[in-house]
């Protein structure tokens, strides 16, 4: 891969998490759930795709 690739491939994937974690954090979701909750939820979205405690003791 040419170097210009590489170097442009780098930005991007340096650029993508950054512009994902603006989109999620600015939706409108965010301003139906309590100002109290919204860190919680947050939370609770970023471990969203890990399996539930009691998932990991049954196996």
Do not use: Y
Not at 42 to 51: F, G, I, S, T, V
């Amino acid at each position: 891969m040419p170097q210009h690739e590489c170097r442009a491939r780098g930005v991007w994937c340096r650029a993508s998490p950054r512009c994902l974690s603006i989109e999620v954090s600015t939706n409108p979701f965010w301003d139906s759930a309590d100002l109290g909750d919204r860190v919680g939820a947050r939370m609770a979205l970023k471990h969203a795709h890990e399996p539930a405690e009691s998932e990991d003791r049954a196996a």
